[in-house]
């Protein structure tokens, strides 16, 4: 009896162990990242390789996805903002919440299914077939060849999705809401324009999604980098990739809005 | 995929992004109105703000010349101390009245300001002299309540 709690009570120590340590070796991963980025960014191309496998391709969901939820936005808002006689603001309330929260939120999450997931899976198969064996064989360093690029790539285009997100977004809100409810334009945008802050609203939108892109990348190349290399591995590492920047970055939203939107 | 190509297609995703931030810069926030330009800004003390809130905008006749940029405790004078930053271009006489006024029945608070007749012009950290407090509902009331309540006593004693 006395054993067996023993011996649990040693396999959860482990466990906590193995974690502090991955976070270990996951911090000391992304400082190496941040050190051999010179290489790429001496030579850009291998950044705008990487963008368009993390940013253009992203480009076609994020429009769409932001699309039909602008536009689901403005049909739930009306409905609401409607028994109290005031659907004017109905520009504002999408705005607001797009730029805000659900653009950058929403197009992290889908950043980090569609293109978190892809790099994992990438590079996992990389180390798998031995491939970054090989450039090291070959004196070329793979942090600075593979991971740093993709680092980068994502970091740059996480704003500019989220940007096109909440965009879309609101168009979709004014299709919905001025197009084919009929509540009156003019209202719409001036409204809209009186209460959406630049500094306030939109830089910390755009700050946010920075953040978002940093911790979806960071997960994806170190889950990747850190695979065992086998095909249970890199199908274990990809499915971790989602589950943990899906949580990093709610979690992270809920920190970042605390410290942003204080009783405004 | 050719190289060439390959740039086109980042290209366009990288002009769509930073498109995307000017449309909301633009057209969804308030960088074409105030904010922008050149300012001053004016202080006045009220003895009751209601629920005027910072980024409020100052009106006069209507029209926004300005923002409400902080509101603070005056702990001499026990009134609240709002700092008001209003277009360079509009100048108000020395003695312009301010007052918390709401949008609606039920909408926001902002800062009304009627202009004077005073030939000297406000300068840049000016003190508004003459302000007029957020209407408080229950003063409103009560003393709405006194009010019935002395006309009653005495077409009760008739």
Redesign the interface.
């Given at each position: 009896m006395l054993h067996r709690l023993s011996s649990s009570v040693s396999a959860l120590g482990a466990q906590v162990i193995d974690m502090v340590l991955r976070l270990g070796y996951a911090t000391r991963f992304m400082l190496l990242t941040l050190r051999q980025s010179t290489t790429c960014l001496m030579r850009p191309s291998l950044i705008?390789?990487e963008?368009?496998y993390t940013?253009?391709l992203s480009?076609v969901i994020i429009l769409v996805s932001g699309l039909f939820v602008g536009m689901v936005l403005a049909l739930q808002g009306y409905q609401t903002l409607v028994t109290y006689g005031s659907e004017s603001v109905l520009g504002v309330l999408v705005?607001l919440s797009l730029?805000r929260e659900l653009g950058p939120v929403i197009a992290a999450l889908l950043f980090a299914s569609r293109a978190g997931s892809a790099m994992t899976a990438e590079i996992g198969l990389m180390k798998a077939t031995e491939q970054l064996a090989a450039m090291e064989m070959m004196a070329v360093d793979p942090i600075a060849r593979v991971v740093a690029p993709r680092f980068w790539a994502g970091l740059l285009?996480m704003?500019?999705?989220a940007?096109?997100f909440?965009?879309?977004g609101?168009f979709g809100g004014y299709i919905v809401g001025v197009v084919l409810i009929g509540v009156d334009e003019g209202s719409f945008?001036s409204q809209?324009?009186?209460a959406?802050?630049?500094r306030?609203?939109?830089l910390n939108g755009?700050i946010k999604s920075v953040v978002f892109g940093i911790a979806i990348t960071w997960i994806a190349l170190f889950e990747g980098y850190d695979a065992p290399p086998t095909a249970e591995g890199v199908s274990g590492a990809t499915t971790r990739t989602v589950v943990t920047s899906s949580l990093a970055v709610l979690g992270l939203d809920f920190i970042l809005t605390s410290f942003m939107f204080r009783g405004? | 995929m050719q190289r060439s190509m390959l740039d086109l297609w980042v290209g366009l995703f990288v002009i769509a992004g930073l498109a995307a931030l000017v449309v909301l810069a633009f057209k969804v926030g308030n960088m074409s109105s105030t904010g922008a330009g050149e300012t001053y800004s004016l202080q006045a003390n009220f003895d009751n703000i209601g629920g005027l809130k910072p980024r409020a905008p100052v009106k006069s006749a209507g029209v926004v010349v300005g923002r409400v940029t902080r509101i603070e405790f005056n702990n001499d004078r026990f009134t609240a101390k709002v700092t008001l930053t209003i277009n360079k271009a509009v100048q108000f006489p020395k003695d312009s009245t301010a007052a918390i006024l709401t949008s609606g029945l039920l909408g926001e608070q902002y800062v009304g300001i009627d202009g004077g007749g005073d030939g000297e012009m406000f300068k840049a950290g000016d003190n508004i002299r003459l302000t007029q407090s957020a209407v408080v509902l229950e003063k409103l009331i009560s003393q709405f309540m006194f009010d019935k309540a002395a006309q009653g006593q005495p077409n009760a004693q008739k």
């Open positions: 705008v390789r963008l368009y940013g253009t480009m705005a730029v285009s704003p500019l999705l940007a096109l909440s965009a879309m609101i945008w809209m324009q009186s959406v802050d630049v306030e609203d939109i755009v405004v | -």
